[in-house]
């Protein structure tokens, strides 16, 4: 026999929201006693119906946004970020030059050229790059009302990369990374974002909480760098057959959660000096790759001042440049950040020690948990967010277009508050906050087996 034991859980929820149970069950068939921690108990909730539920909106919305519908969708914000291009980098010259031309000051221009080109690098990822690698423009391109770039596997891949997405990531291993690893274990141990796991070298750090929170703010303007992509590379080679894999996967297995840009030289010099040669090798060469995928986009990123000390433009106007587009490249890993990072991380998050099966009641609860939404509604707000504000309904159906999300939320939210389920949606700096929090290690997200006590 089971006995079970209603627990109340903590959670930032709002009081006309339910608020969720934990389940402690015991055994008394044997001599230790096991605790395993639930969110839902399926005596009282109804898991089956639940995820017919769901399922039923993705198939009402695929009615209602057609493919014509989800790629104008697309080419607006395509024209869009082009847009924001010419202003940003014309706006850039400008500044650099010093020229007093325009009735526009000088400094107001540099603004004006740092915020565009950080706002159109930013959504050339997580608008374009990440939907349609998720393959939410397939249909479309099937259609015919997108071309056959538009789709996944093929934006972005190979040579395309310099064309359609030029990161500081390798698509493909982004790809395996975000769209595989992460999305079907989300917050479980294995997830590669786990944003409590990864900050752990700050969280159990010996110093002060304030320099703890200087320090989660300053990785907030490198992390794409420092984090992103040496980590997508790590994952790359953990699970593609490649030469690396295939001849240093027991090195590389070491450390196969996460890994730093700056973790690479330390694990090569450590190695070195215990004398573990194939160690040092494997290290070199994911370095080395490391350092191939991130140089085309050190170039572009600091292209302008290239090309005007090509030109032989003076040191000083070189300098402006340069000085703007590291300020471009810092503000979009910041807002990147904000909008990426902070939707999966706080105290009311959950995380999740069991593995479940896709599209299951338990896979759509854990996209409740272990997700907040920001603000919603149109294509201004959704667009400032890069359409990661829909996080709940993005992780339950990642292949779909950016437009299904605005139809789907409220109908989504609406199943989950008829069955009980405690949907949080908050804003961005709110969640910021408490992400900074979290990774300071004020606050800690709240660690369960799973969300339904079978599955």
Same mark, same amino acid.
């Given at each position: 026999?089971?006995?079970?034991?209603?627990?109340?859980?903590?959670?930032?929820?709002?009081?006309?929201?339910?608020?969720?149970?934990?389940?402690?069950?015991?055994?008394?068939?044997?001599?230790?006693?096991?605790?395993?921690?639930?969110?839902?108990?399926?005596?009282?909730?109804?898991?089956?119906?639940?995820?017919?539920?769901?399922?039923?909106?993705?198939?009402?919305?695929?009615?209602?946004?057609?493919?014509?519908?989800?790629?104008?969708?697309?080419?607006?914000?395509?024209?869009?970020?082009?847009?924001?291009?010419?202003?940003?980098?014309?706006?850039?010259?400008?500044?650099?030059?010093?020229?007093?031309?325009?009735?526009?000051?000088?400094?107001?221009?540099?603004?004006?050229?740092?915020?565009?080109?950080?706002?159109?690098?930013?959504?050339?990822?997580?608008?374009?790059?990440?939907?349609?690698?998720?393959?939410?423009?397939?249909?479309?391109?099937?259609?015919?009302?997108?071309?056959?770039?538009?789709?996944?596997?093929?934006?972005?891949?190979?040579?395309?990369?310099?064309?359609?997405?030029?990161?500081?990531?390798?698509?493909?291993?982004?790809?395996?990374?975000?769209?595989?690893?992460?999305?079907?274990?989300?917050?479980?141990?294995?997830?590669?974002?786990?944003?409590?796991?990864?900050?752990?070298?700050?969280?159990?750090?010996?110093?002060?909480?304030?320099?703890?929170?200087?320090?989660?703010?300053?990785?907030?303007?490198?992390?794409?760098?420092?984090?992103?992509?040496?980590?997508?590379?790590?994952?790359?080679?953990?699970?593609?057959?490649?030469?690396?894999?295939?001849?240093?996967?027991?090195?590389?297995?070491?450390?196969?959660?996460?890994?730093?840009?700056?973790?690479?030289?330390?694990?090569? +010099?450590?190695?070195? /000096?215990? #004398?573990?040669?194939? $160690? *040092?090798?494997?290290?070199?060469? =994911?370095?080395?790759? @490391? &350092?191939?995928?991130?140089?085309?986009?050190?170039?572009?990123?600091?292209?302008?001042? +290239?090309?005007?000390? /090509?030109? #032989?433009?003076?040191? $000083? *106007?070189?300098?402006?440049?340069? =000085?703007?587009?590291? @300020? &471009?490249?810092?503000?979009?890993?910041?807002?990147?950040?904000?909008?990426?990072?902070?939707?999966?991380?706080?105290?009311?998050?959950?995380?999740? $020690?069991?593995?479940?099966?896709?599209?299951?009641?338990?896979?759509?609860?854990?996209?409740?948990?272990?997700?907040?939404?920001?603000?919603?509604?149109?294509?201004?707000?959704?667009?400032?967010?890069?359409?990661?504000?829909?996080?709940?309904?993005?992780?339950?159906?990642?292949?779909?277009?950016?437009?299904?999300?605005?139809?789907?939320?409220?109908?989504?939210?609406?199943?989950?508050?008829?069955?009980?389920?405690?949907?949080?949606?908050?804003?961005?700096?709110?969640?910021?906050?408490?992400?900074?929090?979290?990774?300071?290690?004020?606050?800690?997200?709240?660690?369960?087996?799973?969300?339904?006590?079978?599955?």
């Amino acid at each position: 026999p089971q006995h079970t034991l209603s627990v109340e859980a903590k959670s930032h929820v709002q009081p006309d929201k339910p608020t969720p149970k934990m389940i402690a069950t015991t055994s008394t068939e044997t001599e230790s006693r096991t605790v395993k921690r639930f969110i839902h108990s399926t005596d009282t909730f109804n898991a089956k119906q639940f995820q017919l539920d769901i399922q039923a909106v993705k198939k009402k919305v695929d009615a209602i946004v057609s493919p014509q519908a989800a790629a104008q969708h697309l080419n607006k914000i395509l024209r869009f970020e082009a847009a924001l291009v010419i202003v940003g980098y014309a706006a850039l010259f400008y500044c650099a030059l010093g020229t007093t031309l325009s009735l526009l000051p000088t400094a107001i221009c540099g603004l004006l050229a740092v915020i565009c080109i950080a706002f159109a690098r930013c959504i050339r990822w997580t608008i374009i790059g990440h939907h349609i690698s998720h393959g939410g423009y397939d249909r479309a391109s099937k259609a015919s009302a997108l071309p056959a770039t538009s789709r996944r596997g093929v934006f972005a891949f190979g040579s395309r990369r310099f064309l359609d997405w030029l990161d500081w990531m390798l698509p493909e291993a982004w790809n395996l990374e975000h769209n595989k690893l992460h999305h079907y274990a989300l917050s479980e141990d294995s997830d590669p974002d786990l944003v409590e796991r990864n900050a752990e070298m700050i969280r159990d750090g010996n110093f002060p909480y304030i320099f703890k929170l200087v320090l989660g703010g300053m990785f907030t303007l490198v992390w794409k760098w420092v984090y992103y992509s040496p980590n997508t590379m790590l994952q790359y080679h953990l699970h593609t057959d490649t030469c690396i894999n295939r001849h240093y996967s027991h090195v590389l297995k070491r450390n196969s959660a996460y890994i730093m840009l700056h973790n690479l030289p330390e694990y090569i +010099l450590f190695d070195l /000096l215990r #004398g573990d040669w194939e $160690a *040092v090798q494997a290290w070199t060469l =994911l370095a080395g790759h @490391t &350092a191939v995928v991130m140089l085309p986009m050190l170039i572009l990123s600091f292209s302008p001042a +290239l090309v005007l000390a /090509l030109f #032989g433009a003076g040191y $000083a *106007v070189v300098l402006r440049a340069a =000085l703007l587009c590291l @300020t &471009a490249e810092l503000a979009t890993n910041l807002h990147a950040f904000i909008i990426i990072a902070c939707n999966h991380c706080g105290p009311d998050m959950y995380r999740f $020690a069991l593995p479940c099966r896709s599209h299951t009641a338990e896979f759509y609860l854990r996209c409740v948990y272990a997700s907040c939404n920001f603000e919603t509604g149109n294509d201004y707000i959704d667009t400032v967010y890069g359409w990661l504000n829909y996080q709940v309904e993005h992780h339950m159906f990642a292949d779909v277009s950016a437009l299904h999300y605005q139809t789907m939320q409220p109908l989504i939210k609406q199943v989950c508050l008829r069955h009980g389920v405690v949907y949080t949606q908050e804003t961005a700096l709110k969640r910021a906050w408490l992400t900074l929090q979290c990774i300071a290690g004020r606050v800690s997200m709240q660690s369960v087996d799973a969300c339904l006590d079978n599955i």
